[in-house]
C-alpha cells in the first residue's frame, strides 16, 4: 500500500477501451520513484487525491483542472478532473468545409494526451516542480509533467470562428444555426444551455468591428449588418 492513494473515478466509462492499458500504465510509469498507490476502479474511499476523468465538453480550452479548495474557496480534499469529453470533441480542417478529429483515438494522439493531461494535474496535486505558475510549476518543468501555455494566452489560443452579420440576422438565430451546424460544416459549438450568454461574454467579441465593440455605444443585444460575431469552437484551423 503506497503512502499516497490516488483514487481514479469514470476512468473506464470515459477512457476509450483500445487506450485505457496504455493511459494506465503510461500515468503509472511517470510515478514510478514515488510512494505512490493508484485504483483505476475507483472503489476505495479517497484519502489524498480524487482524480475523475469525465466527457463533459468545457467552454475553455481546457483538458484539465485540478484545485485543493472547496466551492467557498477553503482549502479541502485534492480532487482534479480531466475533460476527456473536450479532447474527443476538437476538429481539425483539413480543407475548406472538410473536418477530422484533432486527436485520434491512438496511442500517440489521444492516449497520449489523456495520460499527459492526467500526470500534470496529480503533479499539480503533489506538488511536484512547485505547482502553480506564481510557484514557477508551468514554465520550470523538465519532467515535463506541468507544462501548459503561458497566463493569459488560453483565452487568445481558443479557437473560434468569425461570422459577418447579415440583413434580418438576431444574435439567438446565428446562435441557433451556429449550434446545429448550419452556420459553419466544421464549427463543433460548446456544449451549455448557458452559450448566448458565453458568445456575449466571449473575449474577442470587443474587439473593433464585433459585436460588443465599446467604442460603438450601443448595448450587446443590439447588432448591425456588417458587424462581425466571434464564435467559441472546438475546430482547430491553420493559421492564415
Not at 119 to 137: R, S, V
Amino acid at each position: 500500500m503506497g503512502k499516497y492513494l490516488i483514487v481514479v473515478k469514470q476512468f473506464q466509462k470515459h477512457v476509450p477501451k483500445a487506450l485505457q492499458k496504455f493511459v494506465r500504465e503510461t500515468i503509472e510509469a511517470k510515478f514510478k520513484e514515488f510512494d505512490l498507490e493508484f485504483d483505476f476502479d475507483g472503489k476505495k474511499r479517497p484519502r489524498d487525491l480524487e482524480v475523475t476523468f469525465s466527457d463533459d465538453i468545457a467552454f475553455r480550452p481546457i483538458f484539465g483542472e485540478s484545485s485543493r479548495m472547496d466551492a467557498n474557496g477553503d482549502e479541502g480534499a485534492a480532487d482534479a478532473t480531466i475533460y476527456v469529453g473536450t479532447m474527443m470533441a476538437y476538429r481539425l480542417e483539413v480543407s475548406a468545409g472538410t473536418c477530422e478529429k484533432a486527436f485520434p483515438e491512438k496511442e500517440d494522439s489521444l492516449g497520449s494526451l489523456i495520460a499527459n493531461t492526467a500526470i500534470h494535474e496529480i503533479a499539480h496535486m503533489l506538488g511536484l516542480n512547485k505547482g502553480g505558475f506564481d510557484e514557477g510549476g508551468h514554465t520550470s518543468d523538465p519532467d515535463n509533467m506541468m507544462h501548459s501555455p503561458k497566463p493569459g494566452s488560453t483565452k487568445d489560443a481558443f479557437p473560434s470562428i468569425t461570422y459577418t452579420v447579415q440583413r434580418g440576422d438576431s444574435l439567438r438565430d446565428i446562435i441557433d444555426r451556429f449550434k446545429n451546424g448550419s452556420l459553419d460544416k466544421c464549427a463543433r459549438a460548446p456544449s451549455t444551455p448557458m452559450l448566448e450568454q458565453l458568445v456575449k461574454d466571449f473575449e474577442p467579441n470587443k474587439a473593433p468591428g464585433f459585436i460588443r465593440d465599446p467604442s460603438t455605444g450601443k448595448g450587446i443585444d443590439v447588432i448591425r449588418v456588417g458587424e462581425k460575431v466571434a464564435l467559441p469552437t472546438h475546430t482547430l484551423r491553420p493559421k492564415e
